[in-house]
């Protein structure tokens, strides 16, 4: 390795940089996650600077201990202190992607590819350009495409509030039924209204692959009677 970066070089690896980053970030963008395209950019490019900015560091250090070799023991250059910084510092801003509610937490994934985006962009900037092309087919390949070869039937909840209770009861088992829904558990509450008695009843289901809770929810509520339909996350 030589003791220079070469203007070509630095602006290879910010366009490096500027690809990789972006095409991570197009994917959250799609999904209209909180960071996308841009985020994943400035991420990778900003980390990909510091990087190159600690190798700079390291290489001037060995030309003055080169230069003047009685000042060799005392000159130090740790290659890895900016590079911390880095990881323990996108710490903040993916943090800033997770939405937490009272029943759900969102943004983990897009904090995950935020963190994973510094990190290609440190091995960009340093020049690690195999560890960096291989590691970004990589993430890439797990944010767009795990999810099509593994899929988890996950455990969700419903939450139906209605008014007629006979009937709304048996709409509910018919269409589980007919959808092949599997019921793990089921809770039950009433409460005096206005309208008088408004009941609730909390599913904890289990999906079948071909079926979008999202097509649950508006299926069930194009029933009359039902007052309000939603998806808890567990």
């Not at 937490?100 to 340093?126: D, F, K």
């Not at 709409?171 to 959808?179: E, K, S, W």
Request: charged share 20%; aromatic share 8%.
């Amino acid at each position: 390795m030589t003791l220079q970066v070469t203007t070509n070089e630095i602006i290879v690896r910010l366009l490096l940089a500027v690809v990789i980053a972006g095409t991570i970030g197009y994917d959250r963008e799609y999904k209209n996650r909180p960071a996308g395209i841009r985020t994943h950019i400035l991420v990778c490019v900003g980390a990909c600077v510091i990087a190159m900015i600690q190798q700079k560091i390291g290489f001037q250090a060995i030309e003055f201990a080169r230069a003047f070799p009685k000042y060799a023991g005392i000159v130090r250059a740790d290659e890895a202190r900016l590079i911390a910084q880095v990881v323990s510092g996108i710490g903040f801003l993916g943090a800033g992607t997770i939405v937490v509610t009272r029943h759900s937490i969102l943004g983990l994934t897009t904090a995950a590819s935020l963190w994973a985006t510094a990190g290609l962009g440190l091995a960009i900037g340093m020049g690690y350009y195999e560890i960096a092309v291989i590691s970004s087919v990589v993430v890439i390949s797990v944010l767009t495409f795990l999810h099509r070869l593994i899929h988890v039937d996950t455990l969700k909840k419903i939450e139906i509030k209605y008014r007629d209770k006979t009937v709304t009861k048996s709409y509910l088992q018919q269409y589980f039924a007919d959808h092949h829904i599997k019921i793990n558990d089921v809770s039950f509450s009433a409460e005096q209204s206005m309208q008088g008695m408004i009941y609730t009843n909390v599913y904890k289901i289990k999906l079948p692959r071909q079926l979008v809770y999202t097509n649950i929810v508006e299926d069930i509520s194009l029933q009359p009677d039902i007052m309000k339909v939603r998806m808890i996350r567990i």
